[in-house]
C-alpha cells in the first residue's frame, strides 16, 4: 500500500471515506428524533429519518466493491473479527422470526457495512501508529459535535447522557496508553485526549467515568515495555475501592455527578429494568426476540417502552438469544486474546488498542456500544475492534510469545497487493 499509493493520494482517500462514514454519526446528532408520545413500532421501522443512514451504507457498500477493499473484507474475515461477523450474520438471520424484519434486515447490514469498512479505513491508512492516531481523533471528533449538538438544543455546560461520553472514555484511554507506550507523542494526540476528557466530564456519567478510571488503572499498572502486571493491577484496584468506598461522599461529587447514594446502590433504576428484561429473555432463550428491534418489544415496568435494556450483553441475549450471545462472548474474547498476546510478544501497539477496547466494553454495561444495533459512538469502536485483523499478523495469532517478538510493521512490506 505505501509503494503503490502517494501520502497525499492516500490522505484524501482517508478524507473521502470518512465523511462517508460520518454521514451516519451526523444524522443522528442533528436530525434527533422526538420521542415524545412517539409510538413502539415507530423505534423499529424503516423510515425517511433513517433515509441518510440508507445512503451511506450504500456508498460504504459500493467502496467495498474496490478491489483493495475486498482484500480488507478477506482480512477482516480472516483475523480475530471473524466471529463477531458470524454473529451478526446470526442477528440478520433473525429476520425470520422477528417482529419487525426489515428493520433486522436494515440494522444487521448496516453494522457488517460498517465493521468491514472500518477495516478498509485502517487498511488504506496502512500504518499501524498512524490507525491509532486516526481512531484518537476520530473519537474526539465523534464526541465533540454530539455535546456540541445538545449544548445548543438543551443549554448548560453538563449534559447527563452515556452517548457522546462513552466515546471519550475509549478515546482517552487510547490516547493515554498510546503516550504511556510511546506509541504516539503527547503533542500528536493533546486537542483529540482534552476533548475527550472533557465529554466525560461534562456528559455526567456514571458508567463513563468508572470506565475512564479502570482503563487508567490498566495504563498505570502497565509497565512502559512489558504486559501488563496483574499483581500491580489489583494493589492499584484495592486502592481505588477503600477510597471510593471509604470516601464516598467525599468523591461523589466528581465521580457521579447528579448522582445520590441511593441512585448509585440501585444503578439509577437500571436493577428493575433488568430484571424485567431478564424475564423477557427467558420467553425466547434460544434465538431471541430478533436483532435490534427485539428489546424494544418487550413491557418493562409494567408498560410497553422504548428503552432498551442498557446492558450489552443483556440486550444481545433479548435480541438473539443464547446462540446469538454466544457468537458474541467469543469474538470480543478473540480479539482480546489476540491483542494480549501480541503486547506480550512486543507488539507496541496492541496494549492501547485492547485497554480502549476494554473500557468500551465495560461502558456497554451501561450503554449498549456493540452489539444490539449501531448508535453514533458504534462507529469509531468498531475501528478499534477491527485494528487487530487489520494491523496484526497471524503471526500473532499461533506463535508463542517466546519464539516471534515482531512488529506488524516490519512484515508488512513484504505483504504487497
Not at 8 to 13: Q, T
Not at 164 to 172: D, E, L, P, Q
Not at 347 to 355: E, Q, R, S, T
Request: glycine share 6%.
Amino acid at each position: 500500500m505505501r509503494n503503490d499509493l502517494s501520502s497525499s493520494s492516500r490522505l484524501k482517500d482517508v478524507l473521502v471515506l470518512s465523511l462517508i462514514a460520518y454521514l451516519p454519526i451526523s444524522r443522528a446528532v442533528l436530525f434527533v428524533r422526538n420521542s415524545t408520545n412517539r409510538p413502539l413500532d415507530g423505534y423499529s421501522t424503516v423510515d425517511m429519518q433513517n433515509a441518510i443512514n440508507i445512503a451511506a451504507t450504500v456508498l460504504m457498500m459500493a467502496f467495498l466493491l474496490r478491489p483493495r477493499a475486498r482484500f480488507s473484507v478477506l482480512r477482516v474475515l480472516r483475523g480475530p473479527t471473524q466471529w463477531l461477523v458470524v454473529y451478526h450474520v446470526f442477528c440478520l438471520l433473525s429476520c425470520l422470526w422477528a417482529t419487525s424484519p426489515l428493520y433486522v434486515v436494515y440494522r444487521a447490514i448496516e453494522c457488517i457495512v460498517i465493521l468491514f469498512f472500518m477495516g478498509y479505513i485502517l487498511d488504506v491508512i496502512g500504518d499501524p501508529r498512524d490507525g491509532i492516531l486516526y481512531l484518537c481523533r476520530l473519537s474526539a471528533l465523534t464526541s465533540l459535535l454530539p455535546y456540541l449538538s445538545q449544548v445548543v438544543r438543551n443549554g448548560g455546560l453538563f449534559q447527563h447522557t452515556n452517548s457522546f461520553s462513552t466515546c471519550g472514555a475509549f478515546g482517552a484511554v487510547l490516547a493515554l496508553a498510546s503516550i504511556k507506550r510511546g506509541v504516539l507523542r503527547f503533542s500528536e494526540v493533546k486537542y483529540s485526549l482534552l476533548i475527550c476528557l472533557a465529554a466525560v466530564v461534562f456528559g455526567t456519567s456514571s458508567a463513563s467515568n468508572i470506565s475512564l478510571i479502570i482503563g487508567v488503572l490498566m495504563i498505570a499498572a502497565a509497565p512502559k515495555q512489558r504486559v501488563v502486571s496483574v499483581a500491580r493491577l489489583l494493589v492499584l484496584s484495592v486502592i481505588m475501592f477503600l477510597v471510593v468506598t471509604r470516601g464516598v461522599e467525599v468523591v461523589r461529587p466528581y465521580v457521579f455527578p447528579g448522582k445520590t447514594t441511593e441512585n448509585i446502590r440501585s444503578l439509577r433504576g437500571r436493577i428493575s429494568l433488568y430484571r424485567d428484561f431478564w424475564e423477557a429473555f427467558q420467553e425466547h432463550p434460544v434465538a431471541g426476540r430478533g436483532f435490534a428491534s427485539g428489546e424494544r418489544s418487550v413491557e418493562v415496568l409494567g408498560r410497553a417502552t422504548v428503552n432498551s435494556a442498557h446492558n450489552a450483553i443483556l440486550s444481545v441475549a433479548v435480541n438473539t438469544g443464547t446462540i446469538g450471545l454466544l457468537f458474541f462472548c467469543v469474538g470480543l474474547y478473540s480479539i482480546a486474546l489476540i491483542l494480549y498476546r501480541a503486547d506480550r510478544m512486543g507488539d507496541g501497539v496492541a496494549y492501547p488498542i485492547l485497554v480502549a477496547l476494554v473500557v468500551g466494553l465495560v461502558n456497554s454495561m451501561s450503554y449498549p456500544l456493540i452489539g444490539s444495533e449501531w448508535r453514533y459512538a458504534t462507529t469509531p469502536f468498531l475501528g478499534i475492534v477491527t485494528y487487530a485483523s487489520i494491523f496484526l499478523t497471524p503471526v500473532h495469532y499461533t506463535v508463542r510469545s517466546e519464539l516471534a517478538p515482531l512488529w506488524y510493521g516490519e512484515l508488512s512490506d513484504s505483504t504487497e497487493l
